[in-house]
């Protein structure tokens, strides 16, 4: 079984729409990140948070909110779609002390398109 | 401001041949570094990482990289490239948050 796990894989929306990308983990990990990828852009970090009590905004958080429901669970929500949040969505962990806890673990990603 | 630099866009390289793969990061402290492997419709795996003492690192895959605080560069290389290498690579820099490069696609010609 995946150590990172994120639903849906892929999803297609319509402008306005709200909608959910989870993301589950089992290795125990207390951070996990929320990330996107744009084709030539690299890596960008939405949100990051350290555990269940700890949400920080990263590079570019407008638009979009998050909810650590457990230590294992962390969700993306984008509340109102839009057509310039069709990326590549990346869930991430990591975790064990030290400077272990800035290896990170990645899921398989979310392939959002807005329509 | 941090960032991270990877000037080649895209190299292609014979197999069996050398490669190097650079990255050059602008930041406050000297952060911890990453390199990292995508294939396509895959996520991200991480290839191999600089945390403290000895600046050249060994990872999976035959992969190493050689850190140079002067330069402020983390450049990735192999001795001889394996036409299954062929990917996306990324450099990610930080502590605690980190940033990525945009990403070298390296295409192995056999």
């Known amino acids: 079984d995946a150590d990172v796990t994120q639903t849906p894989r892929n999803r297609i929306t319509k402008t306005g729409k709200r909608i959910m990308l989870e993301c589950s983990q089992t290795k125990g990990h207390d951070r996990m990140y929320w990330y996107r990828q744009d084709p030539g852009l690299g890596l960008q970090l939405i949100y990051y948070?350290?555990?269940?009590?700890?949400?920080n905004k990263g590079e570019i958080s407008d638009g979009y909110s998050v909810s650590r429901q457990a230590q294992a669970k962390f969700s993306l929500s984008l509340e109102s779609a839009i057509p310039n949040q069709t990326a590549l969505y990346f869930c991430?962990?990591?975790?064990?002390?030290?400077?272990?806890?800035?290896?990170?673990?990645f899921g398989p990603g979310t392939r959002l398109t807005v329509l | 401001a941090q960032s991270v630099t990877q000037p080649d866009i895209h190299i292609t390289v014979s197999e069996g041949a050398s490669l190097e793969l650079r990255c050059n990061y602008s930041y406050g402290a000297t952060p911890y570094l990453f390199w990292y492997v995508q294939s396509p419709g895959q996520g991200l795996q991480l290839l191999l990482k600089y945390f403290s003492g000895d600046t050249l690192v060994q990872g999976i895959k035959g992969f190493e990289a050689e850190f140079k605080r002067s330069q402020s560069s983390f450049n990735l290389r192999k001795p001889s490239v394996h036409w299954s290498d062929a990917a996306e690579y990324f450099c990610?820099?930080?502590?605690?948050?980190?940033?990525f490069g945009t990403g070298t696609s390296l295409t192995v010609i056999p």
């Open positions: 990610a820099v930080g502590i605690n948050q980190f940033y």
């Open positions: 991430a962990t990591s975790g064990g002390g030290g400077g272990t806890y800035n290896e990170q673990f």
């Open positions: 948070s350290f555990d269940v009590k700890d949400i």
